[in-house]
Every structure is written in C-alpha cells, then in structure tokens.
C-alpha cells in the first residue's frame, strides 16, 4: 500500500471550478425568491446591498482566490499522496478527515477549516477510490460540531460569546455539554456510514509539477489576509490578494468559483428580507420561547429556515435563555443546508453534483438525534 501510494504521480491541478462541475441550482432558486420579494416587497436598490454581509462575502472571497492558489501548487497532490501512503483504509481515513475537521474549526473557525481540508478531500479522491460525497458531508458535520465549542470557532459564538459577558473559558464550559453529544454521535455516524475497508488508489496519472513559488505566495497572502481580516482591513487585504495573483498567477482567478459568492450574497438577501416579514415578527412575540427547551428548539426550527447567524440575532430578543439559544443555533446547523453557511461551502469546494441530495440524507437524521439527546441531556 506504502509503496503504491508514494510511486503514483499526482493528477493534473488544472480541473474545472466548482460551480461548472457542482451546478447552480441553488443559486437560481436564490434568485427566483428574491425577485418574489422585489415584486411583493420592494425597496431601494441600495437597500439590497445594505442586506448583504459584506465583511462574510469579502473573507470568502479571499479565501477562495488563496485556496485555489494552493491547490493549484501542487501541495494538496502530493500532501494525499503522503497520507494514503501511510493511512490503509476508509475508515481511518474518515476519522482522521473528520477529527482534524472538528479540531481545527474551534481553533481556526469552521470556514477557514474547510478550505483548507474539503479541497485535499477532493484531491485524495482523484488518486483513490473513495466515497468523496460522504467524507465530505462529514466533515460538514464536524466543522459545524467541533466551532461551536469555543467563542471564536463560529460567528453565532461569537456574538452570543459578546452578548453573554463570559469569560473565554466559562463560554466553552456552557457549550462542552451539547458539543460533546454532538460529537458522539459525530464518531457513531463515521463508524456506521464509514466501512473498514482497504484504501483502493485509481490508476497513475499524469504528473503534476509542484510549484514552490506559488505555494509560497498563497501562504503568505493566507497569512498577511488573516491579519487584515483580525484588524478590519478587509479592503486592503482584498486588494493585496486580488493584486497579487492578478500581476503573478492571473489563471488562479480564472479557476474560482465565483457562483458561490453570488449564493452567499443572494441567501443574505432573502433569508433577512424573510426574518423582516410582519407576520414572522409578530409570530416571534407570541410564541412562549423565552426559555428552556421551547427557547432551544425554537433556534434548531428557525436556523432551518434562515441559517443559524441570523437566528442567534434574531432569537436574541425574544428569547433569554442564552444557553438554551446557544445550544440550539449550535445544533440547528445540521439539517437543512441553510442550517449554516458552513454546509454550502462545504458542498460547493468538494464540487458535488448530488451533493445536495447525500448531505441531506445524513445530515436530518443527524440532526434528529443531536437534537433530542441535547434535549434530553439538558432537560436531566
């Protein structure tokens, strides 16, 4: 296995972006609602622009133009070749994928983590045989259990870390119970859709050439981009990106997938022009959601509906049990795709055209035991 591995050369990086191989479905669905609410709800055309989450879609976007970099260096190709060398079959792979996952997104947020292992996901299964769709999902999974640990693994944490006035500490001590259930079941799920079987790799193909210069580049764009993001510099740091690659490495921007800043900025549009209607407004007052589990599974309901960073926000009012709304935006993120952000990025970067279809397939159910063991574990 050792040997095989190290011997096979690494395909070519030059592959089709992951809006052209994923499709654009969603985005067109994105569309077709926000022009139902121009028609039904109009407003200014800079109004619009004032729903969007600009700080989110300029992150994304730079990290999208220094993963594509990285990618197309090589690193990721012959990164895989190392661990299928030294990894023998499907089910520690999926462990490992998924470990790494959960640790990494509490450390380094759930977005950054996933553009840095869904697009090596991919490359691994270019050279092996493996269930790409599954390991991808689970990894979605992971990051979406792992950030909701620590204030600053995700952007609902974070701002409910703000509003509670906790420490660092006491913050990952109210969250460890319901991560650690989601977790569990995170390890049952790899166990059971996982098998144990050995590593099968594809046949050679044409070698890739290793470009040190441009790996060099989008780690040192990746780092001086991060320090932007941490200090608001979001302009600057987009400029020096964009502005690198555009002078030194102007095919990086053709092989970015545009269409997925277009989905995040479309989903803004219409999941606040949705959270704004009256009739939801006034339905918010009236339920008895306050606290305790009604408060808990309102959050999973409504991060179905309109993702889990703008129900944090929006439940914040009605609803004062903040551990309970912690817990429920947390594991409000499995389900539906629009249950976070994370599940979209995750689904496009790995390229899926049914991804949609086998994220669905195990991240409900996953959804329904979280959400009930979670439930019964803060209710003991």
């Not at 859709?193 to 764009?221: D, F, H, W």
Request: net charge positive; with cysteine; charged share 10%.
């Amino acid at each position: 296995m050792s040997n095989a591995a190290s011997s096979r050369p690494a395909p070519s990086t030059d592959a089709a972006p992951a809006g052209e191989a994923g499709g654009n479905g969603l985005l067109w669905v994105l569309v077709a609602v926000a022009i139902v609410f121009a028609f039904f709800r109009p407003r200014a055309p800079l109004d619009y622009l004032k729903l969007v989450d600009w700080q989110t879609v300029g992150a994304l976007a730079g990290l999208l133009v220094i993963t594509q970099g990285v990618e197309r260096s090589g690193m990721l190709q012959a990164t895989a070749q190392r661990l299928l060398g030294k990894v023998t079959d499907l089910r520690s792979l999926a462990l490992l994928l998924t470990a790494g996952a959960a640790l990494l997104s509490a450390l380094v947020t759930n977005d950054v983590s996933l553009f840095l292992l869904v697009p090596l996901t991919r490359v691994l299964a270019t050279q092996a045989h493996l269930p790409l769709a599954r390991l991808v999902v689970l990894e979605a999974l992971a990051v979406n259990a792992g950030s909701a640990l620590t204030p600053i693994g995700n952007p609902q944490n974070l701002y409910l870390w703000h509003r509670s006035g906790d420490s660092f500490l006491g913050f990952m001590a109210m969250m460890a119970p319901t991560v650690a259930v989601m977790l569990f079941w995170l390890l049952v799920a790899v166990w059971l859709l996982v098998p144990r079987t050995p590593i099968a790799l594809k046949p050679a193909a044409e070698a890739a050439s290793v470009q040190p210069r441009l790996l060099s580049l989008a780690g040192l764009l990746f780092v001086a981009f991060v320090i932007a993001l941490d200090q608001h510099w979001l302009l600057a740091g987009l400029g020096l990106v964009f502005g690198a690659f555009l002078l030194l490495y102007p095919r990086v921007l053709r092989g970015v997938d545009w269409a997925l800043l277009a989905i995040i900025a479309l989903m803004f549009v219409d999941l606040r022009q949705l959270a704004e209607l009256p009739a939801i407004a006034s339905q918010l007052k009236q339920w008895p959601i306050a606290e305790g589990w009604r408060a808990y599974l309102a959050a999973i309901a409504t991060s179905q509906v309109i993702s889990n960073v703008p129900a944090a926000i929006l439940l914040d009012g009605p609803v004062r049990d903040l551990p309970a709304l912690a817990a429920g935006v947390s594991v409000g993120g499995f389900g539906c795709v629009l249950g976070s952000l994370a599940n979209l990025i995750a689904l496009r970067l790995a390229a899926l055209p049914r991804g949609l279809r086998e994220f669905h397939k195990i991240s409900i159910p996953f959804l329904l035991v979280c959400a009930a063991t979670a439930l019964l574990l803060r209710l003991g």
